[in-house]
């Protein structure tokens, strides 16, 4: 922005929303507000865990006859706090393995909580991260016959830098091996409502997960909650360590210690988001994000190019063979200042790749993609 | 509850706040909800460390003259939160001290992180804190000449739960004996507004404290922002570890990756809070609560307890010697129906007192007193 001024810089880089929240959803938030001026309609603090009433819409809107009830559901201010509150769960002394790429949280948590070694400059890895590769090479999932045994394993679908969601099959796979291993499994589901294709949406359709398995997610990308911040962790209370102490009874400890709830004033937006109408309006703005990672695919898909993810997420992962992700990332801020994010910035199997975001308004993509005709024509 | 199901039960237990936000802070508040659902209001992720405008707010409202800057302060979803994350940079490698007794997060959140040992029964502490005895002998603030050096130094002022604000010449002792030792002190001042003698409301008046200490605060108990959430945490610039590296910039590590930024709608609340009408309306709610512990207090005090704190806080501490606060909670419980808190919960000098919380409305605070009255004439 310094080198070019005048220039109409395009953030298809981070995924933040830019789509306005629905009505349904900002007037029961603004009428939660005002409420708080009243007698009648003011509360302190509420219970750590959330709001009663939200813990039973979000157990009966995502987990509907999957076992979940809605004392497993704890509300939080959002996944990536979550993440770190679980981390702080694990402690120090676990290991963990996660996909290459990935959301970066994962490892960076670990990191701060001492789990891992240092950074090792020339595989590009932190020491004692378990590292699962997931390339076009292998449908994105991890060849687990090849993946070493770890106290937890971060697994994200649909997949966050990649796009793509696990099947059935997979998942099923993924949840005998933690079985197998004594493992647990922190599924992060955020995009799950972008699934199109008949795959899962939650780690707990495959059977005997909940006895593996936790789930973080969040209304972030579902109803431009991503400043609101909102969002909720499954631990089912059949997870439990292997002296038989549930995983549930530890993380209500550290919910209730390291954390108050989330703003009632949010929470009431969640429990509009999950109202019958809430619940439309949601898919409305899903959807919308989805044309729009169509017509970035399309674009990319037309210029010859492999393009990956995108059917059941809002990113899209383009493959520059042989280049480097930082080199491409230059390359099209330079040419086109649209900005992408460098795949290896996900991990070193993210290397050759860009992630294009696919939450921007129209307008922008449009024009974004016209600019990617022009550079790659 | 059960026992007694047609008891008319009042809670001054839990310092949870009663009254009514100003109208100006939610209407700022509901404002901001409604303009999320229009294109030119709508916002996605914020700074993690807060929207600038609140951070400037905040510097020049509390911390005018003092040498703390705009970028000095981190906004956060409450001063809880905050202490979990300051544990999190801590690590469990460090040892600390607490004011015996304090607010528990503190002690809670060291047992988590593992820095502790094991709780020794006998003694009712854990095995590696220093607990700093505060009691009426050495009006309510440590003889540091006793107390060992530890890494980190918890010091909350007004005290929760005793009430108890220290003076200039103590907080200037605490910052020496900080800087002598090479200790960071956490400082929380979540009750300064409180405070009506002429005592420091920010560890940063007294000179020096920049370089060793840290602030943690809160709209909580200034606004009846419990369920709202916001609160912020001042790392000075001049906070630096003995490398010369300042701890700032690992807590920012810290916020941005274990936190997304508090709720922007309560951001919109904080800002409001700190206008000029902002200001009246939460010493409004303040003074509101200042009235009622000076009801309670009298209270006490005609019944010719020993009452402590009340005057810089709203919790009156009062001293029943020689019994088990358990049991006078109990016997006030039973007989009352009144709810406090036993002395004994927030540490080993706690023992034989009771916290009486003036966060009630006024028509509860009148009939508890009756009451009161009547148990202990």
Request: proline fraction near 5%.
């Amino acid at each position: 922005m310094l080198k070019y001024p005048d220039a109409k810089v395009i953030p298809l880089g981070i995924g933040d929303t830019t789509e306005r929240i629905p009505e349904v959803i900002t007037t029961a938030m603004a009428e939660r507000a005002k409420a708080l001026s009243t007698k009648k309609g003011y509360s302190g603090y509420g219970a750590e865990q959330g709001e009663k009433q939200l813990r039973a819409a979000i157990a009966s809107t995502f987990y509907q006859n999957l076992g979940i009830e809605e004392d497993d559901i704890f509300v939080s201010d959002g996944a990536k706090s979550d993440i770190s509150r679980l981390q702080v769960l694990f402690g120090s002394k676990v290991s963990m393995a996660v996909q290459d790429p990935s959301y970066p949280a994962y490892v960076d948590s670990s990191v701060i909580l001492g789990q891992t070694g240092l950074y090792q400059k020339d595989v590009e890895r932190f020491a004692k991260i378990e590292y699962m590769r997931c390339t076009p090479e292998n449908d994105f999932f991890p060849d687990l016959s090849n993946v070493a045994r770890t106290d937890i394993i971060f697994f994200c679908s649909p997949n966050n830098p990649t796009g793509s969601a696990a099947s059935r099959e997979q998942l099923t796979q993924l949840v005998q091996f933690a079985k197998d291993n004594g493992s647990i499994i922190v599924y992060d589901s955020a995009y799950a409502m972008y699934v199109s294709e008949d795959k899962p949406r939650s780690i707990f359709e495959i059977p005997g997960a909940e006895e593996v398995a936790l789930e973080v997610s969040s209304f972030s990308k579902y109803a431009g909650f991503t400043g609101v911040r909102l969002g909720w962790t499954v631990v089912p209370k059949q997870l439990k360590y292997s002296d038989g102490f549930p995983v549930a009874n530890d993380f209500n400890r550290i919910v209730c210690t390291a954390f108050n709830g989330a703003s009632n004033i949010a929470q009431a937006g969640g429990l509009a988001c999950l109202s019958p109408e809430g619940i439309k309006a949601m898919h409305e703005v899903v959807g919308f994000y989805k044309e729009n990672t169509k017509i970035i695919m399309d674009t990319f898909n037309s210029l010859g190019f492999n393009v990956y993810g995108g059917v059941n997420a809002p990113y899209v992962w383009v493959h520059f063979p042989g280049r480097s992700s930082w080199e491409v990332f230059g390359e099209i801020l330079e040419k086109t200042h649209v900005v992408t994010t460098p795949g290896s910035g996900f991990g070193p199997a993210g290397e050759g790749f860009v992630r294009v975001s696919a939450f921007g308004n129209r307008e922008n993509v449009l024009e974004a993609c016209k600019r990617f005709k022009e550079l790659y024509k």
